[in-house]
């Protein structure tokens, strides 16, 4: 799975509920050094300092690296201090509720659209730009995605962003084959992040998916599982797929709507979600 020892970067850690800390400790599970990326000291004060889920011992263990995306310097600082490493992990999006997201599709607010683009898709490439000279022996690259083969309620322009990360994987994977470096993205399931708490009507959407996947998904456990599909898509054992978007949510995506009674006969009923995630 993951190679031992080896140096791999978790862009996008929040706090401890956030799907890039269940990553990173996946990781350092399996033996990898891992070192993660925060936006910025206020990000960190905020989320980080201040989560009751870490111990001060867990806080302090914690390598990391303040990376605002949108800064190709502090990318570009990143990946020059850290070379070599064996792989990276993009878990990053941006959308402005208020503009981006919610009931109506059409806004005004361009330059936010334009924000959202260039943190959620733009930054994939700007990342890969200067990880790639630190994978020397080659490695992989990993995106965070969410089903694009449909349009959800209330998810609007971020479901744009994420057609347009999965079309950025595949073309960073046919630019650096040569290089020796695979790019792939997980489309995960909703699972409740600080992230997904600003997502209008996202209790809606873990309600549908509960509705319409044939395996349970539990929006809260199911970290650990896409976690797990992560890391095997970092490692030497997935040595041969690279510009794949790999679906990581129960079967829901692939579903023609909910399931019937009888199709649920055996299946787990996952506790109704609440209409929004608990506060952190």
């Given at each position: 799975?993951i190679?031992?020892?080896?140096?791999?970067?978790?862009?996008?850690?929040?706090?401890?509920?956030?799907?890039?800390?269940?990553?990173?400790t996946?990781?350092?599970?399996?033996g990898g050094?891992?070192?993660?990326?925060?936006?910025?000291?206020?990000?960190?004060?905020r989320?980080?300092?201040?989560?009751?889920?870490?111990?001060?011992?867990?806080?302090?263990?914690?390598?990391f690296?303040?990376?605002d995306?949108?800064?190709?310097?502090?990318?570009?600082?990143?990946?020059?201090?850290?070379d070599?490493?064996?792989?990276?992990?993009?878990?990053?999006?941006?959308a402005?509720?208020?503009?981006?997201?919610?009931?109506?599709?059409?806004?005004?607010?361009?330059?936010?659209i334009?924000?959202s683009?260039?943190i959620?898709?733009?930054?994939l490439?700007?990342?890969?730009?200067?990880?790639?000279?630190?994978?020397?022996d080659?490695?992989?690259?990993?995106?965070?995605s969410?089903?694009?083969?449909?349009?959800?309620?209330?998810?609007n322009?971020?479901?744009v962003?994420?057609a347009?990360?999965?079309?950025?994987?595949?073309?960073?994977?046919?630019?650096h084959?040569?290089?020796?470096v695979?790019?792939?993205?997980?489309?995960?399931?909703?699972?409740?992040?600080?992230?997904?708490?600003?997502i209008?009507?996202?209790?809606?959407l873990?309600?549908?998916w509960?509705?319409?996947?044939?395996?349970?998904?539990?929006?809260?456990?199911?970290k650990?599982?896409?976690?797990?599909?992560?890391?095997f898509?970092?490692?030497?054992?997935?040595?041969?797929?690279t510009?794949?978007?790999?679906?990581?949510?129960?079967?829901?995506?692939?579903?023609?709507g909910?399931?019937?009674?009888h199709?649920?006969?055996?299946?787990?009923?996952a506790?109704?979600?609440?209409?929004?995630p608990?506060?952190?």
């Amino acid at each position: 799975m993951i190679e031992a020892g080896k140096t791999y970067v978790v862009m996008g850690l929040l706090d401890a509920d956030s799907l890039a800390y269940a990553i990173g400790t996946t990781i350092s599970a399996l033996g990898g050094k891992v070192v993660f990326t925060v936006q910025n000291e206020v990000f960190k004060r905020r989320f980080l300092d201040s989560s009751k889920k870490l111990s001060d011992e867990e806080k302090a263990a914690l390598d990391f690296r303040f990376c605002d995306i949108t800064k190709d310097d502090q990318v570009r600082d990143v990946f020059a201090e850290l070379d070599p490493v064996a792989g990276v992990v993009h878990s990053i999006a941006f959308a402005n509720p208020r503009t981006c997201l919610g009931e109506e599709l059409h806004t005004e607010a361009i330059d936010d659209i334009t924000l959202s683009h260039h943190i959620s898709c733009v930054s994939l490439a700007t990342v890969a730009r200067y990880a790639v000279p630190a994978m020397p022996d080659g490695g992989a690259i990993v995106a965070m995605s969410f089903d694009t083969a449909h349009v959800y309620p209330h998810y609007n322009w971020m479901g744009v962003q994420k057609a347009a990360l999965e079309a950025l994987v595949r073309a960073l994977a046919r630019r650096h084959g040569r290089d020796e470096v695979r790019f792939n993205a997980v489309s995960a399931g909703p699972l409740h992040t600080k992230a997904a708490s600003k997502i209008p009507g996202f209790g809606g959407l873990t309600k549908l998916w509960n509705a319409s996947s044939p395996l349970p998904w539990d929006t809260r456990q199911d970290k650990q599982a896409v976690a797990d599909a992560v890391v095997f898509l970092l490692g030497p054992r997935s040595a041969k797929i690279t510009g794949q978007v790999l679906n990581v949510d129960g079967g829901a995506s692939v579903m023609g709507g909910g399931l019937m009674e009888h199709e649920r006969g055996n299946i787990r009923d996952a506790e109704a979600a609440p209409e929004e995630p608990p506060g952190q």
